[in-house]
């Protein structure tokens, strides 16, 4: 989403900064007000809320790999560790059925 517009509303309980994109989407961030908290720096403070609201809490869990190199790592493990236990034998078991006309 392309931001096309920042405003900032002040309100009882500090700031809001609503960054506008395309047509009708936006993003809206609720400051509470603090002593530092200002209506120049609220929009520096919304973005650097937003940046870590995205990142991931740990830097090397999933959410912060490609997709691509998630499906890449899931076929090097499922290569490393074929076959997992023995492979399925098949085999075919015929067993005569009785006739039930013998022995009369």
Known sequence: MA???IT????????????????EDSIAVTL???PELTSENAVSRAKALVATAIEPVHGDGPRSKDANVLEEELEEGLEDSFPASDPVSVTVTSIPMRDPNAGR
């Open 3 to 5: 931001l096309s517009d």
């Open 8 to 23: 900032v509303y002040q309100t009882e309980d500090g700031f809001v900064v609503e960054f506008g994109g395309e047509g």
């Open 32 to 34: 509470r007000s603090t």
